[in-house]
């Protein structure tokens, strides 16, 4: 199966919601979500979907969390 595929299947079995740019659309929130905004902290999980090697490189390279965030590195042996 390649990404195509597999983001598709997520997308059809309702796992996560379509792609959206949080620059131009904003966070897919509920409204309760919304709300804690205002008087909290909520927590949003988001996935950035990479267009190439280089710009998930670029990416890590820019942004400490993505690269913590992937936790200890799997052993294919």
């Given at each position: 199966?390649?990404?195509?595929?597999?983001?598709?299947?997520?997308?059809?079995?309702g796992?996560?919601?379509?792609?959206v740019?949080y620059?131009?659309?904003?966070?897919?929130?509920?409204?309760?979500?919304?709300?804690?905004?205002?008087e909290?902290?909520?927590?949003?999980?988001?996935?950035?979907?990479?267009?190439?090697?280089?710009?998930?490189?670029?990416?890590?390279?820019?942004?400490?969390?993505?690269?913590?965030?992937?936790?200890?590195?799997?052993?294919?042996a």
């Amino acid at each position: 199966m390649d990404f195509d595929e597999w983001a598709a299947l997520g997308l059809e079995r309702g796992w996560v919601g379509p792609a959206v740019c949080y620059t131009h659309d904003g966070l897919p929130l509920t409204g309760d979500e919304e709300d804690e905004f205002d008087e909290g902290d909520p927590c949003v999980h988001i996935l950035r979907l990479y267009e190439s090697p280089e710009m998930k490189q670029a990416v890590e390279e820019n942004h400490a969390a993505s690269v913590w965030r992937q936790g200890p590195k799997r052993s294919d042996a």
